[in-house]
């Protein structure tokens, strides 16, 4: 089988290539040039290619780059700045496994006569019934990133492959050792690509989009304090909201741009019991939940699944929480899973 690697210059990228490499297949990687900006952090940077290179010749396998800074610039980060001017919470990753890797790379993989596109995600994908395939999470919980690829449909779970879903990081870490991969120690990336350390999330927005300030106010509507950047906060936020009358800490329930006021209130206060969708978003890896089926509803990265029931309201697709939860933020994935087998994925959406 010929595969392609998307090989951000990472270890479980490297150790995917390695496995294909040995499993006997016909394996290129390619690493994707993403943001045409200065950058110093995430994926994808100089450094992170020449990674990416140096251990393609290790396993004796072609690399190649692949300019996509324009679809990059078009389809995730002006989508980013826009989704925070209008006070939402966008994941510029999952956005990049949508539009960009999942979408336009694999689009690239075909054309050039690939079987399969491969990266390093901590997923699975399996064997299902009728030669469908089901995404399941990665064998290491504290690792898997099945939330991050939770919109993948069957068209690209018959055209994608994850090595390492089966593997531990641990286990991962452990065979670059062994082959001596010049990505066996280095660190795994936290931060989104195209923001510097040095500015962080503020100084990227403040050259982007004008920052407003904007008053809190308790759940009652009394004011109690303000912050600097209304465009900056975060539902279901902590930090820079500070403490009630009490001591009780504070969490942002709502934002309203137009207003310029934030919503803060303490975790009681705050919790909620649905959320609504947004129908565009909504994607299943295969049948469709139907409503009054129950899931497990994930809102975050390494957030816990809590129990959940689909259901509709006015025409949208909404998911009811069986216990409240932590506020999700408008713009904020949330990925479904089987409600008997909490491994299988099931689909996701993005809160409205």
């Known amino acids: 089988m010929r595969v392609l690697v998307a090989m951000s210059g990472g270890v479980d990228s490297s150790v995917a290539a390695a496995l294909l490499v040995e499993g006997g297949h016909d394996v290129c990687g390619a690493t994707l040039k993403l943001w045409g900006g200065p950058q110093d952090s995430g994926c994808c940077s100089v450094a992170d290619v020449d990674d990416a290179r140096r251990v393609a010749q290790q396993l004796g396998i072609d690399h190649y780059v692949f300019d996509m800074t324009e679809a990059f610039a078009a389809e995730v980060v002006d989508p980013y700045v826009a989704q925070h001017a209008a006070a939402r919470t966008p994941n510029p990753c999952i956005e990049c496994n949508r539009r960009i890797k999942f979408d336009r790379l694999l689009a690239r993989a075909r054309r050039l006569g690939f079987d399969a596109l491969a990266t390093g995600h901590h997923a699975r994908v399996v064997p299902g019934r009728d030669g469908r395939r089901q995404l399941r999470r990665g064998a290491d919980s504290e690792k898997d990133q099945s939330y991050v690829v939770s919109m993948l449909g069957q068209h690209q779970l018959a055209q994608v492959c994850f090595p390492v879903g089966e593997m531990t990081k641990a286990e991962v870490r452990r065979r670059a050792a062994e082959l001596a991969l010049r990505t066996a120690a280095k660190p795994d990336s936290q931060d989104v690509c195209f923001i510097r350390s040095d500015q962080g999330r503020a100084g990227f927005l403040a050259e982007r989009l004008a920052l407003h300030p904007a008053e809190l106010v308790d759940t009652s509507g009394t004011p109690v304090g303000r912050v600097p950047a209304l465009e900056l906060v975060t539902v279901g936020q902590r930090r820079g909201v500070g403490h009630g009358p ?53 809102t975050s990265a390494h957030g816990r699944a809590v129990p959940c029931t689909i259901g509709c309201e006015a025409g949208r697709p909404v998911v009811r929480f069986a216990r409240p939860v932590h506020p999700v933020a408008p713009g904020q994935t949330v990925a479904l899973y089987d409600a008997r087998d909490p491994d299988l994925v099931r689909g996701s959406a993005i809160a409205r």
């Open 246 to 298: 009490d001591g009780s800490r504070r969490y942002v329930a709502w934002v309203d741009p137009q207003g310029r006021r934030v919503v803060v209130g303490r975790a009681a206060e705050v919790a909620i019991d649905r959320v609504e969708l947004v129908t565009e978003t909504l994607s299943w890896t295969d049948e469709a939940l139907a409503e009054g089926d129950e899931a497990l509803a994930q």
